[in-house]
C-alpha cells in the first residue's frame, strides 16, 4: 500500500438535520455482541469445535537456561490416540518468530532460555491423552546458572544469552543542558514488580488443514495480520496459503500481541492433517504468553525553590526475559516519557532493556509508561515536599500546555490539558471523611482485623502520559471496506476489517461511526479476518482513532460514489448524500451494491533519533490524573483503596459509557499493581502461575470511581477521538502509592505495596549503585 | 480412563452423558453437554468464571466432579433465556455496560441471579459480597454493580 494516500481531513460530523438515527457517535450507543456474550452463546476460542478435531499440547523446559542433550519421543508416539509428536527437528524451515525482533524459535532445539518455553507438541484424540503422551517425551538437559538480574546482565563478562549479547535495545533521551544544576534536589531508585495480564479467556485457537496444503486458523489475537507475517514464514508457507479468522477474545491487555500456540497449532494440524484445537488452562497461561516488564529506575530531580523544574535524570533498566518480544518500543515509551506530563528544561535518560532467563516481557496496558510514571510521580512528590508546596500545586505549576516541548523536543500539539485536569480531579467529590467502624468496609474485610483503631486514612495525586497510535515511523494504517446494498427492509451496509474487539468495544465505535456518517441505521460487522487489509493492532489505544478513521474513510467514498450514481439520474440530486439513503424515490441507486475499501493513515512521525532521542516522534498524546483515597492498618500493614478519583483527557467520548467502563476497568488494573499483582520468580522460575497465587483485584477490593471525563477534541483524529484505553491504568498505581505514602510515612519505594513494606517501612534495594542518568552497563555493586 | 455415565436435570430437561471419572462437572457441561456458556478461566474455583446453579447451590462447576452432580438439578446460563428472551439479569447487564469481553459474564450472570433470588434487595455491601467470588478482568466492576442494581429493581422487587 503507497504512503502516498491522501490524508483525510476529518471533521466533527456534519449535521443531519434532516437525517436521523439512533447509536451515533456520541451516544452510549448498545455493543452488538453485549447480547450474545450475556446468554453464553458467544464463541471464545477455547469454545471452538470442528468435525474430527484432535487436542493439541505442549511440553515446555523445567529449567531456566539449559542446554538441551537429547530428546526421545519414542515411548510418547507409542501412547494411545497420539497422532503426532513433533520437536525442533520436525519443523519446515529453521524460521525465527517474533513481535518486533524474530529471536525465538518455535521449539527450542539445542538450548531453553526460560521456564516454560516451548520444547515439543503433541496431538492426540482428547487432551488427556495428549498430557501423557507429553509427559512420557524424555528430554535430557544440562543446565547451566541462569541469568535473572537484568544490571548484571549488562556487565562486562555476563553470559551471552544470545549471540549479539544481551542489550535488547538501549534509548538516550538528552534534551537542554545536561549539567544542569538546582536549588532543590530530589533522588531515588524505584521498583516495578512483574504484573500478568491476566485477561480472563486463556489462549486458545483452532486450526484447520485445508485440501490445497494451506491452513486455516481461529484464533483469539489482538492484531491478525501481524500473526500472519510471523506464523507463514514458520510453517514455510506462502501468506496466501494461511487464513486467520478472529475468534471470541476473551480479553488481551497486551498479553496477546505476541504469538503463543498460533504457530504450533498449525504445524500440528498440518502435519496430521486434522484440525486442532489447543487451548491452554490457567497455569500454562502463564508461561505461555509475555508479562509487564518488571523495571529498576534511579531518578534524580531538580527544582527551583518554589518547585519549577530545572532537570530530570534517571536510568531505567527493565527486564525484557529471554527474547524480545516488543522490548525496544516498551523501554522507548519508558525513557520518552520518564519526565511525565511536565516542562522540564533539560533532562538526560539512559533507558536500557536486557535478555535475561526470566519469561519474555512485552506489552501491557500502558506499555512502559506505567513504570516510569510510578517513579517520576513518586519524586514529584518528594519535590513537592521539598519545596513546602502540595502535591496538586506542584503538578499545575509544572503541568504541559499547548505548545510546550516534552524532553524530546516534540511540542504539544492539539490537546494538552494537563493542570485542567489535575485541577478538576482535585475538585471532584471527596468520600465521606470517616473511617467505617465496620470490618467489611475496613483492611482486612471479612478477616475482622480492625473496627477502626491503627486505621490511617490518606490521600495522593498522580498524573500520567503516553502517546496514542504507533510512533517514531511506523507506517500505521487500518483498513475498512464498506458494502452498501438494499434488501426488502431498505438498505444495509456491511462493514469488513480486521480490527481485533478484544472487550474495549472497537465493534460499537465502527458500528456508531458507520450509522452517523451513512445515516442508517442498519449496520452489520462482517468477521474479522486476513482477506481484508491489515486494522493494525488492538493496542497503543489506537483502534478508535484508526479503524474508526478507516471506516469513516470508506463511507464517504461510498457515499461520494452513490452521489456520482444519482448524478447521472437526471434529477436533483440532495446536498447530504444520507438522503439518498433515507428516500425510498432513490432505492434504485443500490440495484448493485456499491463497496469501497478505504485505508485510514494518521500523519507521519519522526523515526527514533538513537544519539539523543530527540524527534517528533508520537502522533498526538494521553494524559489522566488520578486522587486515590486509601485506608491503612498500620499494625497489619493491609490497605483499602476507599474512593478513586480521575479525571481524564479523551479527545472526544464515542460511546460515554464505554468509555466509562474503560476508565473503571484500567483503574482496576492500576489497583492490582499497587498493591497486590506480582508474578513472584525465584531462579527464573514462577512460583505463582494460578489465580489461587496471583492476587487480583475483586468486586470487595475495588472503590467507587469518580470520572470526570474531560473532551478536548483533538484536530487530527477522527471526530477528535483520541482513545482511552491506557491512561486510566498508568497514574492510578502511583497514585494509590502516594496516598498510602502519606498514611503511613514509609517511603515505599516499589509496587506492589507489600504489607512488610508498610509496617517495617522496607525498602526495595537492587544491589547496584547507579547515577541517575548513567550508563548502566557501568553499575557497580552498592 | 474409567468412565461413567451420569444423567442430569440439565436446564430443565434429562441429559445423559458418559464422562471420565476424574472429570469435572465444568468439562462435561462443555465437552460432553456441548454447553460452552460456562467458562474455563482459571481451574481451581477462584474466578467463578463457570458459575452455575446446582440443586438451588451456587457452584464452581469446575470443583464439582461430574460423576458427583450424577441425578441433580443444574441450571447454566443456557438455562437462564426462555425461548430466546433475555432473562432481566441478562438484560440489566447489557443496558448498564456490563459486559467488556464477557469471559466472566456467564459466571456472573448466574451469580447475580442466585444472589436476586435469594435476596431481591441487596444492599451494595452484599452485593459485592455475595460477586466476591467472581473476577471481572475488563470492566473494574463498576457497571456490574450498577447492572445488579438496575435488575434488582427492575424484576424481584
Given at each position: 500500500?503507497?504512503?502516498?494516500?491522501?490524508?483525510?481531513?476529518?471533521?466533527?460530523?456534519?449535521?443531519?438535520?434532516?437525517?436521523?438515527?439512533?447509536?451515533?457517535?456520541?451516544?452510549?450507543?448498545?455493543?452488538?455482541?453485549?447480547?450474545?456474550?450475556?446468554?453464553?452463546?458467544?464463541?471464545?476460542?477455547?469454545?471452538?469445535?470442528?468435525?474430527?478435531?484432535?487436542?493439541?499440547?505442549?511440553?515446555?523446559?523445567?529449567?531456566?537456561?539449559?542446554?538441551?542433550?537429547?530428546?526421545?519421543v519414542t515411548r510418547a508416539e507409542r501412547m494411545p490416540g497420539v497422532r503426532a509428536v513433533m520437536t525442533a527437528k520436525d519443523l519446515p524451515t529453521r524460521a525465527l518468530f517474533g513481535l518486533m525482533k524474530r529471536d525465538q524459535p518455535v521449539l527450542a532445539a539445542d538450548v531453553v532460555r526460560y521456564v516454560g518455553e516451548p520444547v515439543a507438541l503433541v496431538a492426540a484424540d482428547d487432551m488427556d491423552q495428549a498430557k501423557a503422551a507429553a509427559r512420557a517425551i524424555a528430554v535430557e538437559y544440562e543446565p547451566l546458572r541462569p541469568v535473572t538480574d537484568p544490571v548484571a546482565a549488562l556487565q562486562k563478562g555476563a553470559p551471552k544469552l544470545h549471540p549479539q549479547g544481551n542489550v535488547i535495545e538501549s534509548v538516550r533521551v538528552a534534551y537542554g543542558d545536561l549539567g544542569a544544576s538546582a536549588e532543590v534536589v530530589v533522588s531515588g531508585e524505584y521498583e516495578v514488580g512483574m504484573q500478568d495480564q491476566a485477561a480472563l479467556g486463556p489462549e486458545a485457537g483452532l486450526a484447520i488443514p485445508r485440501v490445497d496444503g494451506g491452513v486455516t486458523l481461529h484464533i483469539a489475537t489482538q492484531w491478525l495480520h501481524e500473526d500472519l507475517s510471523q506464523i507463514a514464514p514458520c510453517l514455510g508457507l506462502p501468506e496466501e496459503k494461511v487464513r486467520l479468522v478472529l475468534s471470541g477474545v476473551g480479553g488481551a491487555f497486551g498479553a496477546r500481541e505476541d504469538l503463543s500456540l498460533q504457530i504450533h497449532c498449525c504445524l500440528l494440524a498440518l502435519r496430521t492433517k486434522r484440525p486442532v484445537r489447543m487451548a491452554y488452562g490457567r497455569e500454562e497461561s502463564f508461561y505461555g504468553h509475555v508479562h509487564r516488564h518488571p523495571a529498576r529506575m534511579w531518578y534524580e530531580h531538580g527544582a527551583t525553590a518554589s518547585g519549577r523544574l530545572v532537570y530530570v535524570r534517571a536510568t531505567l533498566v527493565l527486564d525484557g526475559g529471554a527474547y524480545a518480544s516488543s522490548s525496544g518500543a516498551v523501554i522507548a515509551n519508558a525513557a520518552c516519557f520518564a519526565a511525565g506530563p511536565y516542562r522540564v528544561p533539560n533532562?538526560?535518560?539512559?533507558?536500557?532493556?536486557?535478555?535475561?532467563?526470566?519469561?519474555?516481557?512485552?506489552?501491557?496496558?500502558?506499555?512502559?509508561?506505567?513504570?516510569?510514571?510510578?517513579?517520576?510521580?513518586?519524586?514529584?512528590?518528594?519535590?513537592?515536599?521539598?519545596?513546602?508546596?502540595?502535591?496538586?500545586?506542584?503538578?499545575?505549576?509544572n503541568g504541559l500546555r499547548e505548545g510546550d516541548p516534552i524532553i524530546t523536543g516534540q511540542a504539544m500539539e492539539g490537546s494538552a490539558p494537563v493542570a485542567e485536569i489535575v485541577r478538576r480531579c482535585a475538585e471532584l467529590p471527596a468520600s465521606s471523611p470517616e473511617i467505617p467502624s465496620d470490618p467489611l468496609l475496613l483492611p482486612g474485610g471479612t478477616g475482622n482485623l480492625t473496627h477502626g483503631e491503627g486505621v490511617a486514612r490518606a490521600t495522593g495525586y498522580a498524573a500520567g502520559m503516553k502517546n496514542v497510535c504507533y510512533s517514531h515511523g511506523f507506517d500505521d494504517f487500518a483498513t475498512a471496506r464498506v458494502r452498501l446494498e438494499r434488501d426488502e427492509t431498505g438498505a444495509i451496509a456491511r462493514v469488513h476489517t480486521a480490527s481485533a474487539e478484544v472487550g474495549q468495544g472497537v465493534v460499537t465505535v465502527m458500528l456508531q461511526v458507520a450509522r452517523t456518517e451513512l445515516g442508517?441505521?442498519?449496520?452489520?460487522?462482517?468477521?474479522?479476518?486476513?482477506?481484508?487489509?491489515?486494522?493494525?493492532?488492538?493496542?497503543?489505544?489506537?483502534?478508535?482513532?484508526?479503524?474508526?478513521?478507516?471506516?469513516?474513510?470508506a463511507c464517504r467514498e461510498v457515499l461520494a460514489e452513490l452521489r456520482e450514481r444519482a448524478m447521472s439520474a437526471g434529477r436533483t440530486v440532495p446536498e447530504d448524500p444520507r438522503e439518498l439513503l433515507a428516500d425510498p424515490s432513490w432505492a434504485g441507486l443500490l440495484d448493485e451494491p456499491l463497496e469501497r475499501t478505504a485505508t485510514y493513515r494518521h500523519r507521519d512521525t519522526d523515526p527514533r533519533d538513537k544519539e539523543a532521542g530527540q524527534s517528533n516522534g508520537h502522533v498526538a498524546f494521553l494524559f489522566a490524573a488520578h486522587r486515590a483515597t486509601v485506608d491503612v492498618d498500620l499494625d497489619t500493614g493491609l490497605v483499602r483503596v476507599v474512593q478513586v478519583a480521575t479525571a481524564q483527557d479523551v479527545g472526544r467520548a464515542i460511546n460515554p459509557l464505554a468509555v466509562v467502563g474503560q476508565i473503571e476497568g484500567g483503574i482496576a488494573q492500576g489497583l492490582g499493581l499497587a498493591v497486590m499483582e506480582e508474578i513472584q520468580l525465584k531462579d527464573g522460575q514462577v512460583r505463582n502461575a494460578s489465580f489461587t497465587d496471583y492476587l487480583l483485584p475483586t468486586i470487595l477490593d475495588m472503590p467507587p470511581v469518580v470520572a470526570d471525563v474531560v473532551e478536548h477534541p483533538h484536530p487530527d483524529a477522527p471526530y477528535g477521538a483520541k482513545g482511552v484505553g491506557e491512561p486510566p491504568t498508568i497514574s492510578s498505581t502511583p497514585a494509590i502509592v502516594a496516598a498510602i505514602r502519606a498514611a503511613t510515612g514509609k517511603p515505599l519505594n516499589r509496587v506492589p505495596v507489600r504489607p512488610d513494606d508498610i509496617v517495617f517501612g522496607t525498602e526495595a534495594r537492587s544491589g547496584w549503585k547507579i547515577v541517575p542518568g548513567q550508563d548502566p552497563a557501568k553499575a557497580v555493586r552498592a | 480412563m474409567t468412565t461413567r455415565t451420569i444423567e442430569l436435570h440439565l436446564n430443565g430437561e434429562r441429559r445423559s452423558a458418559e464422562v471420565a471419572t476424574h472429570e469435572s462437572l465444568l468439562t462435561a457441561l462443555r465437552e460432553r453437554f456441548g454447553l460452552a456458556g460456562s467458562k474455563n478461566a482459571c481451574e481451581q474455583g477462584e474466578c467463578g468464571s463457570c458459575s452455575v446453579i446446582m440443586d438451588g447451590e451456587l457452584v464452581c462447576s469446575?470443583?464439582?466432579?461430574?460423576?458427583?452432580?450424577?441425578?441433580?438439578?443444574?441450571?447454566?446460563?443456557?438455562?437462564?433465556?426462555?425461548?430466546?428472551?433475555?432473562h432481566p439479569v441478562q438484560r440489566a447487564y447489557v443496558e448498564a455496560g456490563a459486559v467488556q469481553c464477557g469471559f466472566c459474564t456467564p459466571g456472573l450472570i448466574v451469580a447475580t441471579e442466585a444472589l436476586l433470588r435469594a435476596n431481591p434487595e441487596p444492599s451494595e455491601a452484599e452485593v459485592r459480597e455475595a460477586l466476591a467470588g467472581n473476577i471481572c478482568r475488563c470492566t473494574g466492576y463498576g457497571r456490574i454493580l450498577e447492572a445488579v442494581q438496575r435488575a434488582a429493581k427492575g424484576t424481584y422487587r
Open positions: 500500500m503507497s504512503r502516498s494516500a491522501p490524508r483525510l481531513t476529518l471533521a466533527p460530523p456534519r449535521p443531519g438535520a434532516r437525517v436521523k438515527v439512533r447509536g451515533i457517535v456520541g451516544e452510549s450507543a448498545e455493543r452488538p455482541d453485549a447480547v450474545a456474550k450475556v446468554k453464553g452463546e458467544f464463541a471464545y476460542a477455547s469454545d471452538l469445535r470442528e468435525e474430527g478435531m484432535l487436542a493439541g499440547h505442549t511440553l515446555r523446559s523445567p529449567h531456566a537456561y539449559a542446554r538441551i542433550r537429547s530428546i526421545d533532562a538526560l535518560i539512559e533507558g536500557v532493556v536486557a535478555y535475561t532467563n526470566g519469561p519474555p516481557n512485552g506489552a501491557m496496558r500502558g506499555f512502559g509508561a506505567v513504570q516510569s510514571c510510578f517513579a517520576y510521580e513518586a519524586q514529584m512528590d518528594r519535590l513537592a515536599a521539598a519545596c513546602g508546596i502540595g502535591p496538586v500545586a506542584i503538578r499545575v505549576l442508517i441505521e442498519r449496520v452489520q460487522l462482517e468477521t474479522p479476518d486476513t482477506t481484508v487489509g491489515s486494522a493494525g493492532s488492538s493496542s497503543a489505544s489506537r483502534q478508535t482513532w484508526m479503524s474508526g478513521g478507516a471506516v469513516q474513510a | 469446575c470443583l464439582v466432579l461430574a460423576a458427583a452432580a450424577d441425578g441433580k438439578q443444574v441450571r447454566t446460563v443456557e438455562g437462564l433465556s426462555a425461548n430466546g428472551e433475555m
